[in-house]
Nanobody, 116 residues
């Protein structure tokens, strides 16, 4: 199975920046779309950002202009650069790899806490 390991979460003040990383264990990373999902306390999990194998990106309206997703296929790593962080960005962030229709691999998550 594909293993995904997130890192980079932590505590940051509002207006600050944080960069999340997700490392994949297999080369399948290079030919599949990946994304970052997040789940805040008491809320549903939502897609924050997604990047295709070709580099096309999609963002939730709530993070557009502030977050940037990117990937380094040589390192089997996807990143989420988060700028101008807001308290409402506080959530557990999960790395996702799309294996096939309806099938995904997930990381364990990394907690991002934005204080006011």
């Amino acid at each position: 199975q594909v293993q995904l390991v997130e890192s980079g979460g932590g505590l940051v003040q509002a207006g600050g920046s944080l960069r999340l990383s997700c490392a994949a264990s297999r080369s399948i990373f290079n030919s599949n779309a990946m994304g970052w999902y997040r789940q805040a306390p008491g809320k549903q999990r939502e897609l924050a950002a997604r990047i295709s194998s070709g580099g096309s990106t999609n963002y939730a309206d709530s993070v557009k202009g502030r977050f940037t997703i990117s990937r380094d296929n040589a390192k089997n790593t996807v990143y989420l650069q988060m700028n101008s962080l807001k308290p409402e960005d506080t959530a557990v962030y999960y790395c996702n790899l799309e294996i096939s229709y309806g099938v995904s691999a997930w990381g364990k998550g990394t907690l991002v806490t934005v204080s006011s």
